[in-house]
């Protein structure tokens, strides 16, 4: 059954439709259609953030929480150029989201009307897929196509433009079950000789590894739970990207911890020493591979991924299989036991691991009267480990740190910028988890810089009561830029201290929510208890020690297995060949 | 000069791809790409080549199919394998991408341009500049006392070739189409 109205309404209504309970977003001229009925309703929650990054950064932690597509609504001109920083955040880490931004009338585009801007050419490199809709009548079809390709295949992004006379005009809406079919139709099965080759070399291989990323996560808890079973049935090591944290729990026999330039020793030399290399949903990002001629030069390569263009983009490899991660996992895993769940001795392999373990490679230098950014990061674990934990991060040291000291036993607990480092991602991703999860605790563990960058979100915090916890590693500089310069720059710190931060507690008061301030480590596991028993947003200033730096680091241009372990071996780590690298 | 050792220009879209990419033989494809005839889709190819640093050594684009709204874009583009190979896998994820074939792989292909050419001139270089169109099979498609423009179909080679003669006969304007390009035989 079809049904007329009006433009603003359908929006409502297709939300309503494809399931959605909530919707970020920022007021304006060009929305007000929209938002007006967003007023007259209560099935949809709308959370008004202070700034339409937030209102992204806020939906990506919602999506990736939830497994849901996240919600964004925005004005035309500013308000969606503001989004488009978010946009390619969740572009490149395919985070599933349906943005909403508004236009000046269809009649006044390409007038420089007033905020008017060019959104879908603005956004256009920085979406999986936008749409303008000029025509009320298709309104409602492109929504739920919106939909359909923002979860379809390899997730991202979509954005859709309206133009402020087709919310206002009727037309007809169209219900999700009548919409015409997308063409768009990924596959998702791989063919079953990839699934056999795949199966074989999994028999034969006596130093494997599998290098599982973010794609085993956007695939569903199922995929997790297959990625567990078969890890281990096999007894093989596994380790993660930065964004597949989780899939795979760190309590498992099987885990390495992390890998990538920050990733562990044991991690990445078990990269660089295996005899098969099985990644699934990773994308030999330049943080993982370290130098491309060295990387895993006697593997053989298998790369499971949805997305075809991943393929051989970096690394070439030696057994492609397209297709979903969960699938494929289901039909590895029937087709391995199916013949007989064999795998060759791989205890020697596990001997050489444990030898690598022994280096201890987060070994960090101890303090009674300083606290170490590690440390503080380690008591955290300690006195919130087995609590319903969601942890989100910012951009740079902290985050390593995190991804380094904090366990993760589940999928979608840990919500982090991989690709595009977005400072400033944190604070308001963890209030879009934090609305998704009422219940659960949420924690930003931010760097003091990274957080200044969406510092007025504690407006949102408060109105919408989200508890969001704030654990700030203060150590009064751009920990990694500082890091980098001592490395490479001659230890000429330009730019990177923080001067004139605030006093966080009186900021956190002047919010109206509870500042806690740290300093002596003896005083840390009260402090951080006193956060997360206070019920409502904290920001916890934890004064770290100013100047630690994250290892172990593989130094840019270098190979996994010249990875620096400690200060001693940093001078002249970087040579002019990776200076010019990120 | 950069610590890369990378050429400006080269077609490696990872810096951190550290290998000599003179090494690898650049190869000249020609895609034959089917879209939705939407507003904006041509931009989006497009964009993608500009975005990731690949080269459009020529570009058509008409709708081919008015019932079903397709149309079709040909672009003939140059890299390394890999780089071909990556070209092909990321517009085939656009969203309004129906097909992506390879004609310069998938078998022999046909290949043809139009162009035009307005040359100038009177007495021996007039006459050479017609005798030469005949043989090139061009066609005059307006003249003047002191001018001719010629109309040409064919391979991008030979378009080339006759504006490599016409060059000294008084060529003063060319305007060419690009490459439109389908596959040979009965099979779609």
Redesign the interface.
């Known amino acids: 059954m079809t049904r007329q109205m009006t433009g603003a309404k359908m929006v409502v209504q297709a939300l309503k439709d494809q399931g959605v309970d909530t919707v970020f977003g920022y007021p304006g001229g060009a929305v007000l259609p929209v938002y007006d009925e967003i007023f007259q309703q209560n099935d949809i929650k709308h959370v008004l953030v202070r700034h339409e990054q937030a209102a992204i950064h806020a939906a990506e932690g919602y999506a990736r929480s939830t497994g849901k597509p996240g919600v964004a609504l925005v004005t035309s001109g500013p308000g969606a150029t503001n989004a488009v920083t978010g946009l390619t955040d969740a572009l490149l880490d395919s985070i599933p989201l349906v943005v909403f931004s508004g236009q000046v009338p269809t009649f006044m585009i390409g007038t420089d009307g007033f905020q008017e801007a060019d959104t879908?050419?603005i956004t256009?490199?920085c979406t999986?897929?936008n749409w303008?809709v000029k025509d009320t009548d298709k309104l409602s079809e492109t929504i739920h196509q919106a939909f359909h390709?923002a979860t379809t295949?390899?997730p991202g992004p979509v954005l859709i433009d309206l133009p402020k006379d087709v919310q206002f005009a009727d037309g007809e809406y169209t219900p999700p079950a009548k919409a015409k079919v997308s063409?768009?139709q990924p596959r998702v099965k791989a063919s079953i000789e990839d699934i056999n080759n795949l199966v074989a070399l999994i028999e034969k291989a006596e130093r494997p590894v599998f290098y599982t990323g973010g794609g085993v996560i956007n695939s569903g808890p199922g995929a997790s739970q297959l990625l567990r079973e078969l890890v281990d049935a096999t007894g093989f090591p596994i380790t993660s990207t930065l964004m597949g944290l989780g899939a795979y729990p760190a309590s498992g026999k099987g885990w390495l911890g992390m890998l990538g330039m920050h990733g562990l020793y044991e991690a990445n030399m078990a990269m660089h020493g295996c005899d098969l290399m099985i990644n699934i949903g990773a994308r030999f990002d330049?943080r993982i591979?370290g130098?491309?001629?060295d990387f895993s030069p006697n593997s053989t390569k298998v790369h499971v991924d949805i997305?075809?263009?991943s393929?051989?983009?970096?690394i070439?490899v030696d057994l492609p299989v397209i297709g979903d991660v969960g699938h494929v996992l289901e039909d590895v895993l029937k087709v391995w036991k199916s013949r007989g769940r064999k795998t060759a001795d791989t205890s020697a392999w596990w001997k050489q691991i444990e030898e690598w373990r022994e280096v201890r490679c987060l070994t960090y230098k101890p303090s009674e009267t300083v606290i170490k950014p590690q440390y503080a990061l380690e008591r955290l674990e300690a006195l919130t480990k087995g609590m319903d934990r969601y942890v989100t991060t910012e951009v740079g040291q902290h985050q390593m740190w995190a991804a380094q000291f904090l366990n993760f036993e589940d999928p979608n607990r840990w919500m982090t910028s991989g690709g595009l480092g977005t400072m400033g991602y944190g604070f308001p991703a963890s209030i879009g988890v934090q609305l998704a999860h009422p219940e659960s605790l949420v924690i930003n563990v931010a760097g003091e810089a990274s957080w200044l960058m969406n510092m007025q979100e504690m407006g949102t915090a408060m109105q919408y009561r989200a508890p969001v916890k704030q654990f700030i590693l203060n150590n009064e500089r751009l920990g990694m830029v500082r890091q980098w310069q001592q490395l490479l720059h001659g230890e000429r710190y330009s730019s990177s201290w923080s001067e004139s931060l605030p006093d966080f507690v009186k900021l956190a008061e002047a919010f109206g929510a509870k500042g806690i301030q740290c300093s002596d480590p003896k005083d840390l596991d009260d402090a951080i208890m006193e956060m997360i028993n206070y019920d409502g947003p904290v920001i916890f200033d934890c004064l770290v020690e100013k100047h630690e730096n994250c290892f172990p680091m593989i130094p840019s241009?270098k190979a996994h297995n010249e990875m620096l372990l400690g200060d001693a071996s940093v001078e002249g780590a970087i040579k002019?060949?990776g200076?010019?690298?990120v | 000069m950069s610590a890369l050792r990378i050429q400006q220009g080269s077609t490696s879209h990872s810096a951190y791809d550290l290998r000599d990419y003179h090494a690898e033989v650049i190869e000249k494809h020609t895609l034959a790409v089917l879209v939705d005839n939407e507003a904006g889709v041509l931009a989006r190819v497009i964009g993608l080549f500009s975005g990731r640093g690949y080269n459009i050594e020529s570009l058509t684009v008409a709708e081919v199919n008015h019932d079903s709204h397709l149309s079709r874009i040909t672009v003939v583009t140059t890299g390394t394998r890999d780089v071909i190979e990556q070209i092909k896998a990321q517009v085939g994820r656009i969203v309004p991408v129906h097909e992506v074939h390879d004609l310069t792989v998938e078998g022999p292909s046909i290949e043809r341009e139009l162009a035009l050419f307005k040359v100038e001139g009177t007495g021996n270089n007039r006459i050479e500049a017609l005798r030469l169109a005949e043989i090139f099979r061009a066609n005059v498609v307006d003249s003047t006392l002191e001018s001719f423009v010629f109309e040409m179909t064919g391979t991008s080679e030979k378009i080339d070739a006759f504006a490599e003669l016409m060059r000294p006969l008084g060529l003063v304007e060319t305007a060419r189409t690009g490459v439109a390009a389908l596959a040979r035989g009965s099979h779609v």
């Open positions: 879908i050419g256009r490199p999986k897929h303008l390709v295949g390899r063409h768009y330049d591979t130098r491309i001629q997305d075809p263009s393929i051989n983009k970096i070439r241009g002019s060949d200076a010019v690298l």
